[in-house]
């Protein structure tokens, strides 16, 4: 039988949540785990609050790639846009949309916003890319992502719902940013 949490056990469930999320554990994995409700679980998710903001205003090299999940079937793909900073392991930002030129756009958009400056910008051969940061010092081709493409892949080992072939999926749009809003602020400051 599940048990009723009280409000002051509540923050050690969001803790304890924060830190299983974070290594590929599913929600109803968790439930079972912690002996409470999956409502309980999705509730504390609803109520995180993470934002990134970069740590630096210039980097001598960011690289940036898209990664697509999906949010309750397969079909309904999200794609998620970001610039990684390889010597520092830090996802500096990140945009979610569909994989076209307005969302590499975007990216470059808010990186502006941010404020943040960069001597080049590493990319794959992807036309959008090249598009967007046409403005910009680049560096086009697979061997200068390695660092972003080996983030892609700790990112997939690390959520269970980024992992290609799961049963962990989310059901809501929400939840599946608010889970990677944590992930993304777990990764920069050095929890996973």
């Known amino acids: 039988m599940l048990q009723i949490v009280g409000l002051a056990s509540l923050a050690k469930i969001g803790c304890f949540l924060e830190k299983v ?11 079972e785990i912690a002996t409470v409700s999956i409502g309980k ?17 210039y980097y001598r090299r960011l690289e940036v790639d898209e990664f697509w999940t999906y949010v309750g079937k397969k079909k309904r793909k999200v794609w998620l846009i970001y610039a990684y900073d390889r010597s520092t ?3 500096v930002a990140y945009v979610w949309g569909k994989r076209n030129l307005k969302t590499a756009k975007k990216l470059r958009a808010h990186l502006m916003q941010l404020k943040v400056d ?8 992807w036309d959008s890319f090249i ?19 080996g983030n892609n892949c700790r990112i997939r080992q690390r959520l269970r719902r980024a992992f290609r ?3 962990g999926f989310s059901k809501k749009l929400d939840n599946h940013f608010k889970t990677f809003d944590m992930l993304f602020f777990y990764i920069n400051y050095g929890y996973v």
Do not use: S
């Open 21 to 31: 999320l974070v290594r590929g554990c599913g929600i109803r994995d968790i439930a």
């Open 41 to 57: 679980i999705l509730n504390t998710i609803q109520g995180w609050t993470y934002q990134l903001t970069p740590k630096r205003q």
């Open 89 to 91: 392991g830090e996802i």
């Open 118 to 125: 960069y001597g080049y910008i590493a990319m794959d051969n």
């Open 131 to 149: 598009t967007a940061f046409k403005a910009d010092n680049k560096r086009i081709g697979k061997k200068h992502t390695i660092g972003i493409e």
């Open 165 to 167: 072939k799961t049963c």
